[in-house]
């Protein structure tokens, strides 16, 4: 009879596999999404300009606006006097976020050479836009005015606004949903180990699960 696997180890092991499988499973979501030829994502984006225009995103201001996305969207998602404009810059912000894998990439935001940098870009200057323009929703001005503040207070006590990196300059627009490229992720070292992380951990986990069952005793 096998020995039974201690509680401990297993919700350990768990947590682990969980958090692997989730970035597998973002993975194969994003590639499921792309195109069969992807788009490729120079300095500026290339697509059609028929959509909304989002200014761009100084590097320090994008490094800050990153862990207010959550709230921004927040009250976003229960404004009550939308407008399309407002509407589409959300649903933006929404998508091009998960092609970024919803943040999940190691210095998908802090490191420039990230396949995942120029798409974090795009969703945070979206969530910027989508901020800037609830504050001239009249039922939305207080809460979002608390929040602006706090944003700009963080801004100026780090003085990130002046980083710049090679994105800084980036406009981006709704109509043009920027994609990373497969062999970016394959040459960055740290997205590539990411990956294949997640992919050794849920293989690991799948054959620890098929040799359990096969352990287990018969009553």
Same mark, same amino acid.
């Given at each position: 009879?096998?020995?039974?696997?201690?509680?401990?180890?297993?919700?350990?092991?768990?947590?682990?596999?969980?958090?692997?499988?989730?970035?597998?499973?973002?993975?194969?979501?994003? @590639?499921?999404?792309?195109?069969?030829?992807?788009?490729?994502?120079?300095?500026?984006?290339?697509?059609?300009?028929?959509?909304?225009?989002?200014?761009?995103?100084?590097?320090?201001?994008?490094?800050?606006?990153?862990?207010?996305?959550?709230?921004?969207?927040?009250?976003?998602?229960?404004?009550?006097?939308?407008?399309?404009?407002?509407?589409?810059?959300?649903?933006?912000?929404?998508?091009?976020?998960?092609?970024?894998?919803?943040?999940?990439m190691p210095g998908s935001v802090s490191d420039e050479e990230s396949p995942f940098n120029e798409?974090?870009?795009?969703?945070?200057?979206?969530?910027?836009?989508?901020?800037?323009?609830?504050?001239?929703?009249?039922?939305?001005?207080?809460?979002?005015?608390? @929040?602006?503040?706090?944003?700009?207070?963080? @801004?100026?006590?780090?003085?990130?606004?002046?980083?710049?990196?090679?994105?800084?300059?980036?406009?981006?627009?709704?109509?043009?949903?920027?994609?990373?490229?497969?062999?970016?992720?394959?040459?960055?070292?740290?997205?590539?180990?990411?990956?294949?992380?997640?992919?050794?951990?849920?293989?690991?986990?799948?054959?620890?699960?098929?040799?359990?069952?096969?352990?287990?005793?018969?009553?």
């Open positions: 009879m096998a020995n039974p696997s201690h509680p401990a180890h297993d919700l350990v092991r768990g947590k682990r596999l969980h958090r692997s499988g989730a970035l597998l499973a973002a993975l194969c979501l994003m @590639l499921s999404c792309w195109p069969t030829v992807l788009a490729a994502h120079g300095g500026s984006s290339s697509g059609s300009q028929t959509g909304i225009p989002i200014p761009s995103l100084p590097h320090g201001e994008m490094a800050v606006i990153a862990p207010y996305y959550g709230r921004i969207v927040a009250l976003a998602e229960n404004a009550s006097d939308t407008d399309e404009t407002f509407r589409r810059l959300l649903n933006f912000a929404q998508i091009q976020r998960a092609y970024c894998l919803w943040g999940m798409c974090s870009h795009a969703y945070l200057a979206a969530a910027k836009a989508v901020l800037l323009h609830m504050r001239t929703m009249k039922n939305e001005t207080a809460p979002v005015g608390n @929040l602006v503040s706090e944003i700009d207070a963080t @801004l100026v006590r780090n003085n990130l606004s002046l980083i710049l990196c090679k994105f800084s300059g980036e406009s981006f627009n709704t109509a043009d949903m920027i994609r990373p490229k497969l062999t970016d992720i394959i040459l960055h070292a740290r997205s590539l180990l990411a990956i294949l992380s997640a992919l050794l951990a849920t293989v690991a986990g799948l054959w620890l699960t098929a040799r359990a069952l096969r352990t287990e005793p018969r009553l």
